[in-house]
Each structure stands twice: as structure tokens, then as C-alpha cells.
């Protein structure tokens, strides 16, 4: 991980992470190579609360706990594991964390054992779970963890038309500066193919990225992907909190799950407006 990707990365944390306010699981969806670096760092923004600590002091504490596996299942014998190792107090009094590397291999009864885990945390008890892409995680961990989305820019966007990339900010604007009322106007923005499942989970997909643009210009005073639409980057930024923003791309998260299974998605659509300006509805 070089220099520019790691201080971003602080850059991140620093705005998500609150000493006060430590979830008891995340999950990084991430597409960086040395994915592992990244829950290391998110390991000891934590434990530094208590005490401070370098990655490689870190990782000859007692109280953290790296589960990775060379094959291609994490079993469930690899999450008991984690009830034996913190069976006991630690001993610092600090957070005790268990970093789960590629989530998406854990097979269906280790999914299932480490979701009562998090169902049911311990006080001082925090799970990190990383993985390449969430959708490949059983979806009921993912809805009990804090996502921390953190995408290295490339040319994701090059090859896509302006009138693709406008419709999607036509999407998240009207939604910013209309709010409930945008359902009015789902008609106005360009989703020619709103009949097609696979058409619009990639176009929800990609609406993500804008709002991960929004949280990269809030910590660092930069805009990643969408360079050319910086004014709405900014407009969007002032309009909404990190909270805020992570509410967004949860319900926006929630809305693509809930498309594999809702034969409506005019109405899916609508509901995710509502749920994006703040209405607590079930989609």
C-alpha cells in the first residue's frame, strides 16, 4: 500500500472512527490488494484509544485475533476459535478485535455462528470483516456491520458515455435538493431500461461511487472519480454529514439486495428515495 493510498485511508478513519462511538462490527468492502493493511489500521485507530500501537506491535497484542485461510472456506471450527481466544478479560483493558480476511469464504455454518457472534456482542469485543465485494457476504452480517467502502480510483468511468454518468447525478441530485418529493420526478433522469434488474442494480452500484466521491472530498479535499461534476460533488458534500452519507449508501446497499427478490422496481425505486431522505421504511 503506497504512501498516498495509506494517508487517505487514515484520512477515512479519522472522520468515521470516534473513541465514544466504536461500532462493534465493520465491514471493509474494498478493492486494494494488501486489503489485511487496511483492517490493521482500523485496528489500531481503535486500540490506540487505550493505548497507542504500530502495526507491528499490534500484531503481537494478545487482544487481537487475524482469522485467514489458504483455502477456499472459512469453517466454522476457524469462528469457535475466536469464543476460545477471548474467553478470558484482556488483560491491557483495551478493545479486543478479531480481523476476518476474505469474508466472502466463510461457508454457510461458519456465516451463520459468527452471525450470533455479532448479534450478540460482548461490550469490548469488535469484529472486522474485509472483503473484495459485500454482495458476496451473507447479506444478514453485512446489515449488523458498519461498511467502510474504500475503492482505489481507477478508470472506472472512462469508457461510459456523459449521458449515462448525467443520469446518475440527475438521479442523487434530485433526491438532494427535492427530497421526499423526488418520487414526483423519477421520470425526469435517463433510466431507459428501469424493466431490467441487472440494468439497474449496475446503475445503483455506480451511484455508490458518487457518494464514496462525497466522503473522499469531505476528508481529503479531493475529488476521486468524477473530477468533471466537482460542483455537485460539493453541493452534495455541503448538504449531507458523514452520517448522513453512510445512512445514503446503506439504504442504497439495501435497495440493490432487495432487487433480486422485488417483482416492483418502480416501487423499490420509490422507497428508496424515501429511505435515502430519512423516513424509516421497510424495503
Keep these: 500500500m503506497n504512501d498516498e493510498v495509506e494517508k487517505k485511508y487514515e484520512q477515512l478513519l479519522d472522520t468515521y472512527i470516534k473513541k465514544d462511538k466504536i461500532n462493534h462490527a465493520f465491514l471493509i468492502e474494498t478493492n486494494c490488494n494488501d486489503r489485511i493493511t487496511l483492517a490493521k489500521k482500523l485496528a489500531q485507530k481503535i486500540i490506540s484509544f487505550d493505548k497507542v500501537s504500530s502495526l507491528e506491535e499490534l500484531e503481537k497484542n494478545s487482544d487481537l485475533l487475524i482469522i485467514k485461510t489458504e483455502t477456499n472456506s472459512i469453517k466454522t471450527e476457524d469462528i469457535e476459535n ?7 478479560k484482556s488483560t491491557s483493558g483495551s478493545k479486543r478485535i478479531y480481523i476476518i480476511e476474505e469474508a466472502e469464504k466463510l461457508n454457510d455454518f461458519a456465516a451463520n455462528k459468527l452471525l450470533k457472534f455479532i448479534e450478540e456482542p460482548e461490550e469490548d469485543i469488535v469484529a472486522i470483516l474485509v472483503t473484495e465485494n459485500k454482495n458476496n457476504v451473507l447479506k444478514t452480517i453485512v446489515s449488523r456491520c458498519q461498511m467502510l467502502r474504500f475503492f482505489i480510483a481507477e478508470d472506472k468511468f472512462k469508457d461510459c458515455e456523459k449521458e449515462y454518468i448525467d443520469s446518475m447525478f440527475e438521479f442523487v441530485m434530485n433526491i438532494e435538493e427535492n427530497k421526499e418529493a ?15 434488474r ?3 442494480q449496475e446503475f445503483l452500484n455506480n451511484i455508490l461511487f458518487i457518494y464514496d466521491d462525497v466522503i473522499h472530498y469531505k476528508v481529503s479535499g479531493k475529488v476521486q472519480y ?10 452534495i458534500n455541503e448538504k449531507n454529514s458523514i452520517d448522513d452519507l453512510r445512512k445514503k449508501i446503506n ?5 440493490i439486495e432487495r432487487l433480486k427478490h422485488n417483482p416492483n422496481i418502480k416501487l423499490l425505486l420509490d422507497k428508496l428515495v424515501i429511505l435515502m431522505t430519512g ?5
Design 198 to 200: 441487472n440494468y439497474i
Design 182 to 196: 423526488a418520487i414526483a420526478f423519477q421520470n425526469r433522469y435517463d433510466i431507459k431500461k428501469l424493466s431490467e
Design 251 to 255: 439504504a442504497i446497499n439495501v435497495c
Design 82 to 88: 475466536i469464543k476460545d481466544k477471548f474467553m478470558t
Design 226 to 235: 468524477f473530477q468533471e461534476y466537482s460542483d455537485k460533488i460539493k453541493v
Design 279 to 283: 423516513v424509516d421504511v421497510t424495503i
